[in-house]
């Protein structure tokens, strides 16, 4: 940034004896980031080291791909929770994303620009309202709810494919699916609106002047510049959806199998670990349920780098475009 | 008019016509998206205000639990007192660390800067649950119990990473002529950020506090693995402590018991009111701050 004089004039500045409290400066900052880093980083270590008996027990593909989750005979796999954790987000991905979409859509390319932050702002409190209370609300109204629903495609549809049979407890992945859409619609959807109000204006309006419609402005516009900004809204999405714990846990029915239909119990990483841990007192379930949280932890990291990937992809985009 | 020009103008009609028929589509659709998502919403307030209004009292808010869960009467003073305790705590830890490690990032940079950065990302990006173990192995096994200091210092470690990209969104936003303007009156660095870019980014980073604390009072999972909760009246940080999220989770567990099942409507509503205050609080002051045009 500044070369030649201007570079010469800094350094004699900073020769002056007051600067050297900005030294002061610096160093506190620099100890307040080591102070923070270093106990995080030192965090997952140490969770690391505590789960090392189940790794020399089991080996990482062992407990990875184990099928069996027993605690009173010391067996341990986490399968049917990694099962859990994908089905529930997929089914809450595959309400979620449209919707979220649509409503971003609505929000930037329909609604009149008056009322645009007011519905904003109502879509988002869908996503200040704490975990514990969709878990609540979920247990209560919405498993009852789903009920006949489900006792309707298992009577029907269910009786052909087993993925869709019954019986029909309630608590299921499918009821767990459809508490974790809702409560990540919001977060896709103001991502998404981000996105979407990034959209050059000359474009829109060019498309408007040849006698384009909205949904020919969006289709040719604003879809096409903000494909990878969405995908890492969906993504990010994807990553809370991995993550939600306690509402799942109160509404997925905690059976520690892979279930053969939606509407089967289950259990997903997080919800199993919030499930068992005050009562594990079995030889090595403790550090199991804790093994299953860094199996969570990579694959949320994993998604988290992928929605980074994709949305550095997506300001590059921009930029060229505009 | 010849035949073919007919017949092209036809034409154009029709997909004219298909392309507005389209749009229509596409308008009903994003409005029936937005009633499907707005449901939810309506019916949880319906459902927590037709349910938990009739928990709700004074007693309700200034005394304990009765300690069997299947028990009538009690209230929710401990499980109020110890949310503010930890949440306290974990904003008073989390708001300087944050804004330091913002500042940081912004006036240092290199390599330390991109690695604190990344270290920010990935916490931001974690689910509370693994917050809640790592806070576990570090602190609950350390010192042999669950206790409301670890439960702060797990809430603190979610609340970070807000603050942090908030303030340092605003920082990044800070008129340049500003910065150059501080540097050609010879300012000191620390007087710079002090005096000038902070105040000048604070109605934001106030929101993304707000924003951080809404987050945090809701949070439950990572309690489990260190406050635990408890039935009791304290004001021990070191001992296990019981929290709002925490008690409605336990109760509603016990749904089956209608004491216990309207003690959790009861504490859910007054925990989403405490949490809607401070989640619009912080959308007022950020609204306030944006120049008018922009509002």
């Not at chain 1, 259990?267 to 199991?288: D, G, Y």
């Not at chain 2, 489990?224 to 929290?243: R, V, W």
């Amino acid at each position: 940034m500044t070369t030649g004089p201007q570079a010469h004039a800094i350094r004699v500045l900073r020769r002056r004896p007051g600067l050297n409290q900005d030294g002061w400066f610096r160093l506190a900052l620099r100890g307040v980031a080591i102070l923070v880093v270093v106990p995080i980083l030192w965090m997952m270590v140490d969770t690391f080291s505590v789960t090392v008996p189940v790794w020399e027990r089991f080996g990482i593909p062992g407990f990875v791909t184990g099928l069996r989750w027993a605690p009173s005979f010391t067996i341990y796999g986490a399968l049917p929770f990694i099962y859990g954790t994908l089905l529930t987000s997929a089914i809450a991905m595959l309400i979620a994303v449209p919707v979220a979409v649509l409503i971003a859509l609505l929000i930037t390319e329909i609604l009149p620009p008056r009322i645009r932050s007011s519905v904003a702002v109502t879509v988002d409190l869908l996503a200040a309202i704490p975990s514990v209370v969709y878990g609540l609300w979920g247990l209560l109204v919405l498993v009852p709810f789903l009920r006949p629903f489900e006792q309707a495609v298992a009577g029907t549809v269910g009786k052909v494919v087993p993925f869709l049979a019954g019986p029909t407890p309630g608590p299921s992945y499918f009821a767990a699916g459809v508490v974790v859409s809702i409560m990540i619609v919001p977060i896709i959807a103001a991502l998404s609106r981000e996105v979407f109000a990034a959209t050059p204006r000359l474009q829109r309006e060019a498309v408007r002047a040849l006698g384009g419609t909205r949904w020919d402005v969006i289709r040719t516009v604003v879809l096409p510049i903000g494909r990878s900004g969405v995908l890492a809204a969906v993504i990010l999405g994807l990553a809370r959806a991995i993550g939600e714990t306690i509402a799942v846990t109160m509404v997925i029915g905690n059976a520690p199998k892979i279930g053969a239909s939606i509407f089967s119990p289950g259990f997903t990483l997080a919800s199993v670990i919030a499930n068992e841990f005050n009562e594990a007192n079995q030889e090595l379930h403790p550090e199991a349920l804790i093994a299953l949280g860094l199996v969570l932890l990579v694959i949320s990291v994993l998604v988290n780098g992928l929605a980074i990937l994709v949305r550095q992809r997506f300001a590059r985009g921009v930029g060229r475009v505009a | 008019m010849s035949l073919s020009a007919l017949a092209v103008s036809a034409r154009l009609r029709s997909t004219s016509r298909s392309r507005r028929a389209k749009d229509r589509a596409l308008e009903v659709c994003a409005w029936a998206s937005l009633i499907v998502a707005l449901i939810p919403l309506v019916a949880i307030s319906l459902f927590l205000v037709s349910q938990g209004i009739r928990s709700l009292s004074l007693e309700f808010l200034t005394s304990d639990p009765p300690g069997d869960l299947s028990a009538t009467g009690g209230g929710i003073r401990n499980a109020v007192v110890g949310t503010l305790l930890m949440t306290g705590l974990a904003t008073l830890i989390a708001v300087p660390t944050a804004i330091a490690l913002a500042v940081f990032s912004r006036e240092i940079g290199g390599r330390v800067a991109t690695s604190v950065r990344f270290v920010v990302d990935v916490l931001a990006g974690l689910p509370s649950i693994v917050v809640g173990i790592f806070v576990y192995s570090l602190v609950v096994v350390a010192t042999g119990h669950f206790s409301g200091f670890a439960g702060a210092i797990a809430l603190a470690v979610i609340e970070l990473p807000v603050i942090v990209v908030a303030t340092d969104e605003l920082l990044r936003l800070t008129d340049r002529r500003i910065d150059e303007g501080t540097r050609a009156l010879g300012m000191l660095r620390w007087r710079s950020f002090l005096s000038v870019f902070i105040p000048t980014a604070l109605s934001g980073i106030i929101t993304g506090i707000m924003l951080a604390v809404s987050r945090a009072i809701g949070e439950t999972a990572p309690l489990i693995f260190t406050a635990l909760g408890n039935n009791f009246f304290t004001l021990d940080m070191n001992e296990p402590i019981q929290a709002m999220p925490l008690l409605i989770y336990r109760n509603a567990l016990n749904s089956a018991f209608p004491a216990a099942r309207d003690r959790a409507m009861g504490t859910a509503l007054v925990l989403v009111l405490i949490v809607l205050a401070f989640n619009l609080l912080g959308r007022w002051i950020a609204r306030r701050a944006r120049p008018a045009d922009q509002r």
